[in-house]
T-cell receptor, first 118, second 113 residues
Framework: GAVVSQHPSWVICKSGTSVKIECRSLDFQATTMFWYRQFPKQSLMLMATSNEGSKATYEQGVEKDKFLINHASLTLSTLTVTSAHPEDSSFYIC??????????????FGQGTRLTVV | SQQGEEDPQALSIQEGENATMNCSYKTSINNLQWYRQNSGRGLVHLILIRSNEREKHSGRLRVTLDTSKKSSSLLITASRAADTASYFCATDDRGSTLGRLYFGRGTQLTVWP
């Protein structure tokens, strides 16, 4: 199956700093990538949909100035958590949909990034 | 926002037994997918069932879909300790961006050796 690589797998940062998480599709081109957030023992909540070359679409309640998403190429999307606070500590997961088939319905997930803000 | 609800939230069984998890959703879907997640790790795609399918098998997994009841079930037969994980259903909603998934709350499965 297709491979999506997410980096870093874990990061600890100080309050007030910014953290960038990368999501790469390694063996396919992804026109669309998705960013999810997961709190401990809870489900995955969709944060935003990222389309290559255009602005991301954010879900209701997600601050676009807080969670900056850039999808500059068909293989890379980044999520930057700006001015991080302890309540931003969470597990962030990206997924990517292949551009090779317009009707492709399977999304491939990265390994996730554990963010801890201290 | 979340779409699905899994039932039960937690399931504890012995090795060799079957495990059944249920998922209900609210809207019209293109397909429904089941994922597995080991603690603190990424998601592993298990199986996808399209809206025009009623049942699908993959190894020890059997998935059913009832679009009239907006529900799905995942059956793991002859469970193993290695099946211990959280299991999530996710819907790919009709009219939504393809690949955009809405996840249920998940079922935590524990299989005792």
């Amino acid at each position: 199956g297709a491979v999506v690589s997410q980096h870093p797998s874990w990061v600890i940062c100080k309050s007030g700093t910014s953290v960038k998480i990368e999501c790469r599709s390694l063996d396919f081109q992804a026109t669309t990538m998705f960013w999810y957030r997961q709190f401990p023992k809870q489900s995955l909540m969709l944060m935003a949909t990222s389309n290559e070359g255009s602005k991301a679409t954010y879900e209701q309640g997600v601050e676009k100035d807080k969670f900056l998403i850039n999808h500059a190429s068909l293989t890379l999307s980044t999520l930057t958590v700006t001015s991080a606070h302890p309540e931003d500590s969470s597990f962030y997961i990206c997924s990517a949909r292949s551009a090779s088939t317009r009707r492709s319905t399977e999304a491939f997930f990265g390994q996730g990034t554990r963010l801890t803000v201290v | 926002s979340q779409q699905g609800e899994e039932d039960p939230q937690a399931l504890s069984i012995q090795e060799g037994e079957n495990a059944t998890m249920n998922c209900s959703y609210k809207t019209s879907i293109n397909n429904l997918q089941w994922y597995r997640q080991n603690s603190g790790r990424g998601l592993v795609h298990l199986i996808l069932i399209r809206s025009n399918e009623r049942e699908k098998h993959s190894g020890r997994l059997r998935v059913t879909l009832d679009t009239s009841k907006k529900s799905s079930s995942l059956l793991i037969t002859a469970s193993r300790a290695a099946d211990t994980a959280s299991y999530f259903c996710a819907t790919d909603d009709r009219g939504s961006t393809l690949g955009r998934l809405y996840f249920g709350r998940g079922t935590q499965l524990t299989v005792w050796p």
